[in-house]
């Protein structure tokens, strides 16, 4: 954790305990007492250290993603969990589009050719983004952002989000469709979803097959939406022109065949490792962390409907007022209230 983080947290009062990585049976032996927590992606909050927490009302993942953090038993147990989703915005979407450049382009196979004291320009003959066709699919902040940088590139912008209306898409120059228009028309398709039982796969053998020979697949979202062993033999049958992947199922990916693809360009998850991106994300966590600790204020909650503080306070009122209503309902019921 950033030390910007850390001190906003000492600012406000709280004692902190500072920790490396922790495996989920050191977590689970050491929870006790902690009113708050928060990791990021390397440690896994599981059922059992969930269970052994006596204290905990919050926990705090300094990033999007919440796959290592078992958010029905922490529900269960009355536990918030929040991410801090725009802190690493910029950076993974520029790394995505880093990476499909140094894909179109050759550029980790041209740098390692130069290196090894080669001239074969000819070899490494790449393709233009000019007028090709980028396929979004998943319109958060992410997806938004690589938008703007394709449109930049005088790209034409194809969106796939089912929970994103067609006006919010059209504001940005892009038009959205369906998943299967999209995987069919699109030169370069970039994934930016959360990984979900929904999402899980979501480019799988069908999609693989729907997708032009010649394009190619950027995933810098989560591992397992793409399956990676149809990828794999997609690439080597000829069937797509190249794949560019940051993360992967299992991390790191020993042993997996589309590592070593010729056609692959691959990066350690490196989409939120810049400077900038991991003091944002701290510094973000800790201020949501503290505010609900302290002031009751909860934001960016995956377990629990939360708005930010602008809109509380239009809305304090109001529930204020209902929560006067309860208390009459209470007193003129006839009996138990089982239902409103």
């Not at 149809?230 to 299992?250: C, H, I, M, R």
């Not at 209470?330 to 239902?339: L, S, T």
């Amino acid at each position: 954790m950033s030390k910007e983080g850390v001190k906003i947290l000492k600012e406000e009062g709280f004692e902190v305990d500072e920790s490396g990585k922790l495996t989920s049976e050191v977590l689970a032996e050491k929870i006790k007492g902690y009113d708050g927590l928060i990791v990021r992606s390397g440690t896994k909050v599981l059922c059992q250290a969930i269970e052994s927490a006596d204290k905990l009302k919050v926990i705090g993942r300094a990033g999007v993603g919440l796959d290592n953090v078992e958010l029905e038993a922490a529900t269960e147990k009355g536990i918030i969990v929040m991410n801090s989703p725009e802190g690493n915005t910029v950076s993974t979407a520029e790394h995505a589009f880093a990476l499909i450049l140094s894909l179109l382009r050759n550029v980790p196979q041209a740098h390692q050719s130069v290196k090894e004291g080669k001239w074969e320009k000819k070899a490494f003959t790449g393709t233009e983004l000019y007028h090709k066709t980028l396929g979004v699919i998943g319109f958060g902040r992410i997806g938004q952002r690589m938008t703007q940088y394709a449109r930049a590139f005088d790209m034409e912008v194809l969106v796939y989000d089912p929970f994103i209306s067609e006006e919010k898409v059209l504001q940005t120059g892009a038009t959205l469709v369906e998943k299967e228009v999209l995987v069919k028309n699109a030169d370069i398709i970039t994934l930016h979803t959360p990984l979900t039982e929904e999402t899980k796969g979501m480019i799988g053998k069908k999609e693989l097959a729907l997708m032009k020979p010649d394009a190619f697949l950027i995933n810098c979202a989560r591992g397992g939406l793409v399956d990676e062993s149809a990828l794999n033999e997609t690439l080597s049958a000829g069937n797509l022109k190249g794949s560019a992947l940051d993360v992967f199922e299992q991390e790191p990916p020993a042993g997996n065949p589309v590592v070593n693809h010729p056609n692959v360009v691959v990066t350690p998850h490196l989409g939120a490792s810049t400077e900038e991106a991991q003091v944002r994300v701290a510094v973000d966590i800790c201020r949501q962390v503290a505010d609900y600790l302290k002031r009751g204020i909860i934001t960016n909650a995956a377990n629990l409907p939360s708005v930010s503080e602008k809109v509380l306070a239009v809305l304090q009122p109001y529930l204020d007022l209902c929560e006067k209503l309860g208390l009459f309902l209470v007193q003129v019921a006839g009996g138990r209230i089982n239902e409103v």
